[in-house]
């Protein structure tokens, strides 16, 4: 059975860090492309970053362009995100999913295309 969880989460002051892992189990990883999606309180849950099976295809929201940062490591199953110069609008619930199928393009921005989740890590970012 694949299993996500997602570690890292906490509490930043505006214009911190945080590094998010997402660690997998009971799939064969490196054939998967993986996203990272968040959940503010009283909002909808947003797409944040994409990362191809291989590492070379990654996307990202525009409120994060330029500031986050997503990555795999396929010999330890785990996918990354890290988050500089964060803002207050980043705090949400951060998710790591597994994206279903070969074809993301256009896609990977959905998360009904996305077959396998964690349950999700706190980021709070203080101003």
């Known amino acids: 059975q694949v299993q996500l969880v997602e570690s890292g989460g906490g509490l930043v002051q505006a214009g911190g860090s945080l590094r998010l892992s997402c660690a997998t189990s009971?799939?064969?990883?490196?054939?998967?492309?993986m996203g990272w999606f968040r959940q503010a309180p009283g909002k909808e849950r947003e797409f944040v970053a994409f990362i191809a099976w291989s590492g070379g295809s990654t996307y990202y929201a525009d409120s994060v362009k330029g500031r986050f940062t997503i990555s795999r490591d396929n010999a330890k199953n785990t996918v990354y995100l890290q988050m500089n110069s964060m803002k207050p609008e980043d705090t949400a619930v951060y998710y790591c999913?597994?994206?279903?199928?070969?074809?993301?393009?256009?896609?990977?921005?959905?998360?009904?295309?996305?077959?396998?989740w964690g349950p999700g890590t706190q980021v709070t970012v203080s101003s």
């Open positions: 999913a597994r994206f279903s199928g070969t074809y993301y393009y256009t896609l990977y921005k959905y998360g009904h295309r996305y077959d396998y």
């Open positions: 009971g799939g064969t990883f490196s054939r998967y492309a």
